[in-house]
């Protein structure tokens, strides 16, 4: 299932490929035969834009897949969850609850909305938002009779659930909708408890997807909003095709946008999501391999939690603080043995735009920021390869 051969030289997100040096990479898109089939049907059909077949297709296969009612694809994750706070009433001088460690496409549509984005740090266990610093902002902001936010984002950051029972009891409480960023998670589930069975995305009133091309299934770039409640996803349609209404001339209703997904690319989609199983699969494989090759070492694995089935979409250990080095010589460790390490995002407080916005905790982001690095787990890794990445990390601590 290798497109290497045909990969353009020198091209960093190329199947399979190596880098320059031969350097290893983090990740890369897994694009085979299937997926040529699909794109050649959909330009070879002529319906290259965001009217076909496919895109229909993709979103019924992708409701399915993850077990929500509608979906409707979008041309980002971003765009996803700009019309998902829309759908949710967000507006001009709102607060939303976002998590603070996480990628900034999470944030970037909070502002699009004119609202302001508090700011909540991760806790420890599962690198995602902390369900305890939540529910006793929303108890205070009750009792001081403070409005409450337009709604809470839920971020499952590198594949991983976030603890879902305590954080949907805190919004429910005061009655505040959840947007779940699902970008990283497709594929992830909850394994027990309350929300068993159910996969990420689809508790929250509304989950939005990524197909972006380092995500774990890629339409080259597009996205995915999911949602049970049938008035919603009738909206989300009608305002990423420029609201506009069935009429011979041109009539739209309110401001919409284009953010609908194009049929070549619901076609790489369609072929993706049949394939999806083996790539959840082989990322279950090279996690359970790196736990049991770095079990010995002072590195702080990746969360295992109880209940909380992650994909390991991407592999992200932790220097530990007893160790004088940080993460920077970690990565020039690594780099300069050929591996495609790479560091985990500044927190969203630390970022330059939203340096205002208002931050609860921040210490826990900012101790995964200045110790954090992900190692290559591309679904093609190979075992000679990820053997490759074992014995530069084992080097380190040697
Ligand atoms: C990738 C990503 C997004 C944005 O998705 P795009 O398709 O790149 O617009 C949003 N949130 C998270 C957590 C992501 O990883």
């Not at 806790?123 to 305890?132: F, G, R, S």
């Not at 995500?215 to 409640?229: E, F, P, Q, R, W």
């Not at 609908?260 to 072929?271: E, F």
């Not at 992650?310 to 970690?330: H, I």
Request: proline share 6%; net charge negative; with cysteine.
């Amino acid at each position: 299932m290798s497109g290497a051969g045909s990969a353009p030289a020198g091209e960093a997100h190329a199947p399979g490929a190596r880098g320059p040096e031969g350097t290893i990479p983090l990740a890369v898109p897994n694009i085979g035969e299937l997926e040529r089939r699909y794109v050649l049907e959909a330009v070879e059909s002529g319906f290259v834009s965001s009217v076909g077949p496919f895109v229909s297709e993709f979103e019924r296969r992708f409701a399915e897949r993850v077990g929500a009612k509608h979906a409707v694809a979008c041309a980002s994750g971003t765009a996803a969850i700009h019309i998902g706070l829309l759908l949710l009433g967000v507006g001009r001088g709102d607060d939303v609850v976002c998590s603070d460690f996480t990628f900034v496409g999470s944030v970037n549509p909070i502002a699009y909305c004119g609202a302001r984005p508090v700011l909540v740090d991760a806790e420890t266990t599962t690198w995602n938002i902390d369900p305890a610093l939540l529910a006793a902002e929303l108890d205070r902001r009750a009792v001081a009779g403070e409005a409450q936010p337009r709604a809470v984002e839920i971020v499952h950051v590198l594949g991983q659930p976030a603890d879902m029972e305590p954080l949907m009891d805190a919004c429910e409480r005061h009655g505040i909708p959840v947007l779940e960023d699902a970008a990283e998670s497709l594929g992830a589930t909850w394994t027990a408890g309350r929300y068993a069975g159910r996969h990420t995305g689809t508790v929250g009133r509304i989950g939005c997807f990524s197909f972006n091309g380092n995500k774990i299934a890629t339409t080259g770039g597009g996205g995915m909003l999911v949602t049970d409640d049938d008035d919603l996803a009738a909206r989300a349609r009608h305002l990423t095709t420029q609201a506009k209404v069935p009429d011979v001339g041109y009539l739209h209703d309110e401001v919409g946008y284009n953010y609908r997904l194009t049929n070549i690319a619901a076609g790489l989609g369609l072929a993706q999501l049949e394939r999806l199983d083996d790539f959840v699969g082989a990322k279950h494989r090279i996690a359970a391999r790196y736990d049991e090759a770095f079990a010995d070492l002072p590195l702080v694995l990746p969360p295992r939690v109880e209940g909380l089935g992650a994909t390991y979409w991407l592999y992200s250990v932790l220097v530990p603080e007893t160790d004088g080095r940080g993460r920077d010589e970690f990565l020039d460790h690594l780099n300069g043995l050929g591996v495609g390490a790479r560091a985990l995002w500044r927190p969203l407080h630390a970022q330059p735009p939203f340096l205002t916005a208002p931050v609860l905790g921040g210490a826990v982001g900012d101790g995964l920021f200045a110790r954090g690095l992900s190692l290559p787990c591309a679904t093609e890794l190979t075992d000679a390869d990820q053997d490759r990445v074992i014995a530069a990390v084992r080097s380190f601590f040697a």
